[in-house]
């Protein structure tokens, strides 16, 4: 009991400059920064989870415990919006970027946050600027959220662009691939279609819009075997989906 009592008066005397953890042996002391990381790390976990009242909880937390913390900040506004809270959502991710300018995470965030709300050019600029760091890891996603953003616009030459920057980026990167396939489509050019939609086949297990899309493709180059051989195995890979009609 005495063990007890000492530890949570040491917490309730670091209360103002630090945060505080008991074990059973004596207490820890830990920096307001420190725990707002832990917190953060919490919060980011309760979000994933879909538990919004934990996550609000450990991220407030967080964003109090230092207030300066961008990545705090980027997922409270995210949280926020999930919350259909606008204004605070708004709030934290203007400071997220003020707080790290040139933080590609967050640059990539506050595009996706300013697409979504209908001021598409400007979270495009967000997006390049994300894609253009050189310390992002992933530009092929930067740039196909932007390409995303610019089909809302409609700009289909500008998603078309983007999407190219993206495989340029990684040759790899299927969702690129899928939508620049798609998009070739819808804009009547189909051999193109099927050039992008084979490379997307060849990097992984295909998916209902990928077969579907194959079947239409083939059907409009008027290859009906070839059309079929999507249909059938849309039919066997996955039973719960519907082919599109011939």
């Known amino acids: 009991m005495m063990r007890t ?5 040491v917490c309730m005397l670091l ?9 059973e042996s004596d207490p820890v002391e830990i920096s307001l920064d420190e725990a707002a990381k832990a917190n953060l790390q919490l919060g980011a976990n309760y979000l994933q989870k879909g538990d919004l009242a934990m ?8 964003v109090k415990q230092d207030p300066k913390l961008a990545s705090a900040r980027t997922y409270i506004a995210i949280l926020y919006e999930r919350l259909g809270e606008a204004d605070l959502a708004e ?7 003020r707080l790290a300018p040139n933080d590609p ?11 979504r709300n209908d001021k598409r050019r400007d979270g495009i600029k967000y997006f390049q600027s994300a894609a253009k760091n050189p310390l992002y890891r992933t530009p092929e996603v930067a740039y196909t959220n932007a390409a995303v953003c610019a089909l809302g616009i409609p700009d289909p030459a500008l998603a078309e ?3 190219r920057q993206a495989v340029a980026a990684n040759p790899r990167y299927r969702e690129a691939l899928l939508r620049l396939a798609m ?12 050039a992008f939609l084979q490379r997307f086949h060849e990097g992984g297990l295909a ?14 180059l008027g290859n009906q075997a070839a059309a079929n051989e999507y249909r059938e195995r849309l039919r066997v890979e996955f039973p719960d989906q519907a082919a599109p009609p011939e």
């Open 5 to 9: 009592l000492n530890a949570t008066l």
């Open 15 to 23: 209360v103002f400059q630090w945060a505080c953890v008991t074990t």
């Open 55 to 62: 996550a609000r909880e450990k991220l407030e937390k967080a």
């Open 91 to 97: 709030e934290n991710y203007r400071e997220a970027v």
């Open 105 to 115: 995470d967050v640059a990539n965030t506050y595009g996706g946050y300013l697409c």
């Open 161 to 163: 662009t983007f999407l």
């Open 183 to 194: 998009l070739s489509y819808d804009t009547d050019r189909p051999l193109q279609a099927r």
């Open 207 to 220: 998916t209902p819009d990928s077969l579907s899309l194959g079947i239409r493709v083939e059907t409009a």
